[in-house]
């Protein structure tokens, strides 16, 4: 009489353990993995032309760029893109500060307000950036081709959450 006890038990036992087994595609939802962000300026004079300009980003928990052994980031992280993508800019980011990047671009050419950069960063895994969670102010001054001041100068950013 046993037997049929045990094996009444190892069918209940089974059959309670496959129940919990959905027949759902078996994987959890990714979260997002990419953000592009656009760097652009705003509030330069009309026909003046921007010949270096620094801008401080701030990332959000989670967010990271690939970088090199010196803290810049690593080749096609950044690109010049926008008004100076053709403008023969010699373009630098330091990700030494968590969270934070420094972009520099300078051009003799020069390059008109609007877009200026396009950076791709990584997202951790648990993490769930917004588009507000990203900053990016002008760090010291904006000059011209010329080496002048170019008051007034403001960055914005764009972050595409993938």
Do not use: H, W, Y
């Not at 652009?40 to 989670?62: D, E, F, Q, R, Y």
């Amino acid at each position: 009489m046993k037997t049929p006890r045990l094996s009444a038990l190892l069918v209940l036992l089974t059959l309670l353990i496959t129940a919990g087994c959905g027949g759902g595609s078996g994987g959890t939802a990714l979260g997002p993995t990419k953000a592009v962000l656009k760097l652009s300026t705003a509030g330069v004079p009309p026909g003046t032309l921007i010949g270096g300009v620094k801008v401080t980003v701030m990332l959000p928990n989670g967010v990271t760029v690939a970088q090199q052994a010196d803290n810049s980031a690593a080749d096609g992280v950044a690109v010049a893109s926008g008004a100076a993508a053709g403008a023969g800019a010699l373009l630098e980011v330091n990700a030494a500060i968590a969270g934070q990047l420094t972009v520099g671009i300078i051009s003799t050419n020069g390059f008109a307000a609007g877009e200026f950069v396009t950076i791709k960063a990584d997202i951790g895994a648990g993490f769930s950036p917004k588009q507000s969670d990203f900053s990016a102010t002008i760090d010291g001054q904006v000059s011209d081709t010329a080496g002048a001041s170019i008051p007034g100068v403001s960055a914005s950013l764009v972050a595409t959450i993938e």
